[in-house]
């Protein structure tokens, strides 16, 4: 192998996540094992979001010479499955430890047939190398989540028959030279030689953003697309012209200008858009998130036999998981009722809570709480965070007394009173 790509290899990292989860009313903690692969001099490293994410409690990085440091995240995307994470410096200094760097490769260079290694940590194993080819350089992944969270929307994904197993989540594939062309991130349980990595480019425009603010800020308007395949003759289309808009969401930006369900959607500010097959989705989804919040968008949109322009403001993209937390004294989990999550149950606005877990036998068990209830109020308080609900909570334990909650379940409103 080249000196780059041994370089590469002790810039693999193994890492090990602590992390806490609010079940069934209560905090449970648990382990798990990823990879990583460290990006500059300062102790940089990208790694999935589904291996380090804003719910650790603990991130321990076992470096190439096996000595162990701790880091801490730096930010996180769920949208496309990457988190940056940096190694303690005072640490690194104090013990005089020493790590390598490795650098991006171009992946829109990559085509079928061409030879990468995924490098990781694989049930345990550190610093394993597979080797394989590019399979697919533009393969469209959809229904897949972190924890939870939505993934996979504005990016295609690498297939490779390198072997990913769990574990190499998060570890680099790359070239013979040692470049960075993908980060491998899901295998098909089940399934030989079927595995998958986010391309390079896309980690690159991730990385920057995450350096510079920890986090990704999209543009959203509301549009849920579809393909056109096998519709074109319905719509009087000529083929490769327009992408179908399968659904808009409820009070959405593209809801208030009138735009619906069945609209072509011909253009986004005069740049063409082709949504024929699902690999083009998610770069007309990219280039809608990519416009700065608040942009003013002109769409043109066919309905029936005329094509219309459409003025739509957009809005900051928000995941429909809101912020988590376990209240246990009242042995109960709750989820802040977020924007996405209002609109797609067709709820008036994102006032509450959605209960995620109750504790058998504690108060709110008791009361008659259960998974699915949107709490609204609180002592007659609206819910308009989670700050009003753990203040709530920490009055409870201070001073023990009958609350009363205000529950939404099956669109009905109902009185439940939480006792000591």
């Known amino acids: 192998m080249s000196s780059g790509f041994n370089r590469l290899l002790d810039a693999v990292v193994r890492i090990d996540v602590r992390e806490v989860a609010f079940e069934d009313g209560t905090k449970r903690f648990s382990a798990s094992i990823g990879s990583g692969v460290i ?7 990208l790694t999935n979001a589904h291996v380090a994410s804003p719910r650790a409690v603990e991130i321990n990085i076992t470096l190439s010479n096996l000595e162990r440091v701790g880091a801490t995240l730096v ?16 640490e690194v200094k104090r013990r005089g430890l020493n790590f390598t760097h490795a650098d991006f490769g171009e992946s829109k260079n990559l085509y079928p047939g061409a030879t990468v290694y995924a ?8 610093r394993t190398v597979t080797r394989g080819i590019i399979s697919n350089t533009n393969r469209y992944a959809p229904n897949r989540d972190v924890n939870g969270y939505e993934t996979g929307a504005f990016n295609t994904w690498l297939q490779t028959d390198a072997a990913i197993n769990p574990g190499n989540s998060g570890g680099p594939l790359v070239t013979e030279e040692g470049r960075i062309v993908g ?4 295998g098909y349980v089940g399934a030989d030689n079927l595995a998958f990595a986010i391309p390079a480019s896309t980690a690159k425009n991730v990385v920057a953003g995450l350096v510079r603010d920890g986090s990704i800020t999209r543009s959203y308007i509301g549009l849920v697309p579809g393909v056109l395949r096998d519709l074109e003759s319905f719509y009087s289309l000529a083929l490769n012209t327009g992408m179908l808009i399968k659904s808009v969401d409820l009070g959405s930006p593209a809801a208030k200008a009138g735009l619906r369900g069945g609209d072509i959607l011909f253009s ?26 608040g942009s003013a ?11 219309h322009a459409y003025p739509v403001i957009t809005e900051k993209l928000e995941s429909r998981i809101g912020e988590e937390w376990a209240l246990e004294k009242w042995g109960l989990s709750v989820r802040k009722v977020s924007r996405t999550f209002a609109r797609e149950n067709q709820l008036p606005d ?17 009361a008659g709480l259960s998974i699915g209830d949107i709490i609204m109020k609180i002592n007659q308080l609206p819910v308009a965070s989670m700050d009003l609900v753990k203040k709530a909570h920490a009055a409870y334990e201070a ?20 006792k000591p």
Do not use: C
């Open 39 to 45: 990006l500059s001099a300062d102790g940089l490293i």
């Open 297 to 307: 968008l002109k769409l043109s949109v066919k309905r029936g036999t005329t094509t």
């Open 183 to 186: 980060i491998n991130s899901l």
């Open 75 to 90: 930010g996180w995307d769920h949208w496309t499955d990457l988190a940056l994470l940096r190694l303690d410096r005072a």
């Open 399 to 418: 001073h023990p007394e009958s609350m009363l909650f205000e529950v939404q379940r099956a669109r009905r409103v109902s009185l439940y009173i939480l």
């Open 350 to 366: 994102d006032i509450g809570v959605l209960v995620i877990g109750t504790q058998p036998g504690y108060p709110a068990d008791v």
């Open 268 to 293: 986004i500010d005069g740049v063409k858009v082709d949504g024929r097959f699902p690999e083009q989705l998610p770069p007309i989804q990219n280039l809608i998130a990519s416009y700065p919040v």
């Open 119 to 126: 490098v990781g940590t694989p049930h345990g194993l550190t």
